[in-house]
């Protein structure tokens, strides 16, 4: 089944998407602070994670029989705690499942302070909902523990089933715990431990910006400074005193930079059919020709019989009917040296979002779409 105007309907919403992203592209660059520009060497989170269980389910849990290691590991928490189960017993357990948990640890925190984790189950699970966490380490990529794990599960999800049928919203088998890890030992950081120079590292390599981020920071301080490495990193010589050290990071973090204008780039979503462009996009003088090519296939079954008293079956013969339709096409004209005529100018082939990666894949390697082309 096809909807009349489905054509229209579409070129109506990359119309309306362009509009949108030229709104936010019409207005020049402005400056920002560095903190959004770039950020300290070492200032970082640290991932953390850790396997345990959950108890207390309602029935929800882990299948042993599929899962033995929930049973294993129930056993040796057990043993630990003084509790010896006879070698051989068969623990049918519906109320544990096994999970893992996972946190991002902060720069600089200390033992004491309280992180949020999440819990997944890795079993058969139904669902960790009225759950509590039993103790679990959480480990860093050194294997040290960083992070002591317990406390109720809150999940989001729920679901209901009976008479064979079931439903579910949200997903039940994962949930957090707000506060639900105290920190036992923080990550070691030296800032300016190398005679007071510290690394500041943008967020994406560009020469351009680096250069102004360099200048406005020598011009805040009166003095250089600041000095740039490659596109990437720039060397600060701060303060030995660890105070004047935080006032200088904070003083270079408030500085207003402009950055360069982004390289001409098109992102194309080949999963979702997405086409994004920014405003350095421009498009040379081209001629595209653009048709769609629409095959249709109808299968309707009959039954063939055999004569009275003979020897034959009765079968299911499927009778398939297809049509192909080839829609026409013309040679068009296609330029435009600023976003919102690139974007006319392809809107004007009345492609889909699908055919219009195709074409712009086209454009680029015809030399008339300057602009880098990005798949994700």
């Given at each position: 089944m096809r909807l009349n105007g489905g054509?229209?309907?579409?070129?109506?919403?990359?119309?309306f998407s362009a509009f949108v992203l030229m709104s936010l592209l019409a207005f020049p660059a402005h400056a920002e602070s560095i903190r959004e520009l770039a950020s300290f060497a070492g200032v970082?989170?640290?991932?953390?994670?850790?396997y345990g269980?959950?108890?207390?389910?309602?029935?929800?849990?882990?299948?042993?029989?599929?899962?033995?290691?929930?049973?294993?590991?129930?056993?040796?928490m057990l043993s630990q705690l003084g509790v010896t189960v006879p070698a051989g017993t068969n623990l049918q357990l519906r109320n544990v499942a096994a999970v893992m948990v996972t946190a991002d640890l902060p720069p600089f925190s200390r033992p004491g302070q309280r992180l949020d984790i999440v819990v997944s189950s890795i079993a058969n699970a139904r669902s960790l909902r009225g759950g509590t966490l039993l103790m679990t380490p959480l480990r860093g990529a050194d294997g040290e523990t960083y992070a002591i794990a317990q406390g109720n599960m809150l999940v989001g999800g729920a679901g209901a089933q009976a008479g064979g049928s079931s439903v579910q919203i949200n997903q039940q088998a994962s949930g957090r715990i707000p506060n639900g890890a105290l920190v036992e030992m923080g990550v070691p950081l030296n800032l300016g431990g190398n005679g007071g120079t510290l690394e500041l590292q943008l967020n994406n390599s560009d020469f351009g910006t680096v250069q102004r981020m360099v200048s406005a920071i020598n011009n805040e301080f009166g003095q250089s400074v600041a000095y740039a490495r490659n596109g990437r990193v720039i060397a600060l010589d701060g303060p030995m005193d660890d105070n004047a050290r935080?006032?200088?990071?904070?003083?270079?973090?408030?500085?207003?930079?402009?950055?360069?204008?982004?390289?001409?780039?098109?992102?194309?979503?080949?999963?979702t059919g997405s086409v994004v462009m920014n405003s350095a996009v421009t498009l040379r003088e081209a001629a595209v020709a653009h048709g769609s090519?629409?095959?249709?296939?109808?299968?309707?079954?009959?039954v063939s019989q055999p004569?009275?008293?003979?020897?034959?079956?009765?079968?299911?013969?499927?009778?398939?009917?297809?049509?192909?339709?080839?829609q026409e096409a013309y040679l068009q004209i296609v330029e435009g040296a600023q976003l919102n005529e690139v974007v006319n100018a392809l809107n004007a082939l009345g492609a889909t979002p699908q055919d219009l990666m195709s074409i712009l894949e086209a454009l680029r390697a015809s030399g008339s779409l300057r602009a880098e082309l990005v798949v994700i």
């Open positions: 054509r229209t309907i579409h070129s109506w919403l990359i119309q970082r989170d640290n991932q953390l994670v850790g269980l959950v108890v207390g389910l309602d029935s929800t849990g882990d299948q042993t029989t599929q899962a033995p290691f929930t049973s294993q590991s129930l056993m040796n935080v006032n200088f990071m904070a003083r270079v973090e408030n500085i207003q930079v402009t950055p360069t204008e982004a390289p001409a780039r098109v992102v194309l979503n080949s999963r090519l629409s095959i249709m296939i109808d299968t309707q079954f009959g004569a009275p008293f003979g020897q034959g079956e009765t079968v299911v013969v499927p009778n398939a009917d297809i049509d192909i339709e080839q």
